[in-house]
């Protein structure tokens, strides 16, 4: 089959997280013990192997939605279709949705404007906005202007989650994804995309208190940590420093997700955010093909792919 840096990414992302699922919310050191290695069965939510959690559901909800161009009623409204008639989810059934998306598709549900319907609390900044963003990338590769870039992501980001800190953790993910799609090498992405995010935070009057929770990854770099100072909790800075971490500190797309499920704790969503990014990074063919034959509904992914690289990528 012909494949694209589509395939590469979603295939990418919804393995990561089916490594994840079966170990969600096992400490780091118990992986340490029994890391995991290949595709597993059960385990915390009593799955088949090879089944995804929302995390892939809402990601494949908004490149399906981004088939048809960008429209953000139509996307706020492929995830209430995901909770409520189970649109993309691997079985036929919801069994993970985090409590901050759940209160965004209540509002939904009663019509409220999609950018006002996520959490805007500092305690509302899981990752649920993170885990399902990859796909805006491939809509916005080629915008120029990161001021655009920036306002679509917000607005994406808060139909779920509206926090500040969310929206900019997905606009770091954002560009660097855009970075790698543009075949820049991980560091010189990764490198590149301090550049534009210092830049961008120099023209714009943001809360000092919030940017400087980014210093470790864009003052700093986040690969030189120790592997101690790297957190895994469900927490949307947590999430993006560990995903960062792992692939900066890879060599293949197996090696990545691996490393990111073996951080424990949140490990389908460390997994997938990885995931989708080593997709890019070693491509399609560098996924193993037992991963790919495993991979709930595969073809309907497959499908998937075609529809969104036909819309972005010709």
């Not at 892939?56 to 960008?70: E, K, M, R, V």
């Not at 957190?231 to 560990?242: C, D, K, Q």
């Not at 063919?285 to 998937?304: F, Q, Y």
Request: glycine share 6%.
């Amino acid at each position: 089959m012909k494949t694209s840096s589509v395939h590469s990414a979603l295939f990418g992302l919804a393995i990561g997280d089916a490594l994840g699922v079966p170990v969600e919310f096992r400490e780091r050191d118990l992986l340490k013990k029994d890391p995991v290695v290949d595709l597993r069965e059960y385990g915390t939510h009593h799955q088949p192997k090879g089944t995804w959690s929302d995390d892939s559901s809402l990601t494949f909800c908004l490149a399906d939605s981004l088939c048809n161009g960008y429209d953000l009623n139509e996307i706020a409204h492929y995830i209430l279709l995901w909770y409520q008639s189970k649109m993309w989810t691997p079985h036929g059934s919801v069994f993970d949705i985090g409590i901050t998306t759940r209160n965004a598709i209540y509002r939904i549900s009663k019509g409220e404007t999609p950018v006002l319907c996520g959490g805007y609390e500092e305690s509302e900044n899981g990752n649920g906005s993170l885990m399902r963003i990859l796909p805006l990338a491939f809509y916005l590769k080629n915008e120029t202007d990161k001021e655009i870039i920036f306002e679509k992501v917000k607005e994406v980001s808060s139909i779920t989650h509206s926090h500040f800190r969310s929206v900019f953790s997905c606009f770091i993910y954002i560009i660097f994804a855009i970075e790698l799609l543009g075949k820049k090498d991980k560091k010189e992405a990764y490198s590149n995309t301090k550049k534009i995010i210092n830049s961008f935070i120099e023209s714009r009057d943001f809360n000092l208190k919030e940017i400087n929770l980014f210093d470790r990854l864009l003052r700093g770099n986040i690969n030189e940590l120790h592997e101690d100072n790297i957190y895994s909790s469900g927490y949307v800075l947590h999430t993006l420093e560990a995903s960062m971490w792992c692939i900066l500190n890879s060599n293949s797309y197996e090696e990545t997700v691996l490393k990111a499920v073996n951080l424990g704790e949140d490990t389908d969503t460390t997994a997938a955010i990885s995931g989708g990014l080593a997709g890019i990074i070693y491509e399609y063919n560098s996924i193993p093909k037992e991963w790919i034959k495993n991979l709930a509904r595969n073809e309907a992914i497959e499908n998937l792919c075609n529809k969104l690289s036909n819309k972005y990528e010709i």
